[in-house]
């Protein structure tokens, strides 16, 4: 049994910094492909970033330049580093796991259970 375990949302001012992190537990292999998708209100939710267990990652147009994924494969946590942060930016972040980026990124065999942002203007 594999288990997500998301940390450090928040409430931030427009323009401030926030980091996320997500354990894995369980029988999870390093190997797992990771990364992050969030619910805006009102919208479906959306693949922000996504990292290998070598470190390529792919960002999303709109956190690009914004954000950085990075993740420590002997601990099986990533992170999720956002700054200049806007208040479209509020919504559930949710841990996101699979075998390959495109895993992560269209059907996550492995999801967390999400940590709340709000970014207030």
């Known amino acids: 049994q594999v288990q997500l375990r998301e940390s450090g949302g928040g409430l931030v001012q427009a323009g401030g910094s926030l980091r996320l992190s997500c354990a894995a537990s369980?029988?999870?292999?390093?190997?797992?492909?990771m990364g992050w998708h969030r619910q805006v209100p009102g919208k479906q939710r959306e693949l922000v970033a996504t990292?290998?267990?070598?470190?390529?990652?792919y960002y999303a147009d709109s956190v690009k330049g914004r954000t950085t994924i990075s993740r420590d494969n002997a601990k099986n946590t990533v992170y999720l580093q956002m700054s200049s942060l806007k208040p479209e930016d509020t919504g559930v972040y949710y841990c996101?796991?699979?075998?390959?980026?495109?895993?992560?990124?269209?059907?996550?065999?492995?999801w967390g259970q999400g940590t709340q942002v709000t970014v207030s203007s």
């Open positions: 990292i290998t267990s070598g470190g390529s990652t």
């Open positions: 996101a796991a699979g075998l390959t980026q495109t895993v992560v990124a269209r059907a996550p065999r492995y």
């Open positions: 369980g029988s999870f292999s390093s190997s797992n492909a």
